[in-house]
């Protein structure tokens, strides 16, 4: 079965401070990989996602992603990070379910990431 | 476009109570999902509809129940509530079967078993 790991689980930083959230996922076939972000109170949004083509994917708001096919691993980075950044984040993966379509997101357990100002 | 639209928002059930919760999108969107959420397990697939007509399950099916009303609407019912399905549920939607679109989502809707 699919599986996603975030390594790490809460995040403190300062303001200006450099982000990097690790996430590794097993998954022997193909992947559609994303990252999501919830803000305290809201819905999940999409941050960025990698199909295909450039592993070096950017999303909104200054972040981007690495896709590194050798390590099974999708990191989101953010070069400054900002109060506002303060969220739930999520890595996730297309999985295959008891259907036996490929459908469905795996997600991580989520990394909260709290922003000092 | 209201993009995914959950019901009710909050609701507070007993143990052995049924509900249904509503999710609808105008998107014309293909595939529909439910999903709970739950603290220091992120989210968890409980069923899809890959097409209009058809459901399939996820990673956690067990005490749920789904129908695919028509291309907009897909429900998630609760026969007989248990206090484990307290959670937080999100519908999402995606434009297309295969894996090149990404996933839309609801507001959610914070279940209550006691």
């Known amino acids: 079965a699919q599986s996603v790991s975030q390594h790490n689980h809460h995040v403190i930083l300062s303001e200006a401070a450099s982000l990097e959230l690790g996430c590794n996922y097993s998954y022997g076939g193909t992947v559609n990989l994303f990252w999501y972000v919830q803000y305290p109170g809201q819905h999940l949004q999409l941050l960025l996602k990698?199909?295909?083509?450039?592993?070096l994917v950017k999303g909104i708001k200054g972040f981007e992603a690495e896709f590194i096919k050798s390590k099974f691993s999708f990191n989101l980075r953010k070069p400054s990070v900002q109060w506002s950044d303060t969220a739930e984040y999520f890595c996730a993966v297309n999985g295959l379910y008891s259907g036996g379509g490929a459908d469905g997101l795996t997600f991580g357990k989520g990394t909260h990431l709290i922003i000092q100002p | 476009n209201a993009g995914v639209t959950q019901t009710p928002k909050f609701q507070v059930l007993k143990t052995g109570q049924s509900m249904t919760l509503q999710c609808a999108q105008d998107?014309?969107?293909?595939?529909m999902y439910w999903y709970r959420q739950d603290p220091g397990m992120g989210l968890r697939l409980i069923y899809y509809?890959?097409?209009?007509?058809?459901?399939d399950k996820g990673e956690v099916p067990n005490g749920y129940n789904v129908s695919r009303l028509n291309k907009r609407e897909f429900s998630l019912r609760l026969e007989s509530a248990a206090p484990s399905q307290t959670s937080v549920y999100f519908c999402a939607s995606r434009r297309g079967l295969a894996g090149v679109y990404e996933q839309y989502f609801g507001p959610g809707t914070r279940l209550t078993v006691t």
């Open positions: 990698y199909f295909s083509g450039d592993p």
């Open positions: 509809s890959a097409s209009e007509g058809t459901t």
């Open positions: 998107m014309n969107h293909n595939s």
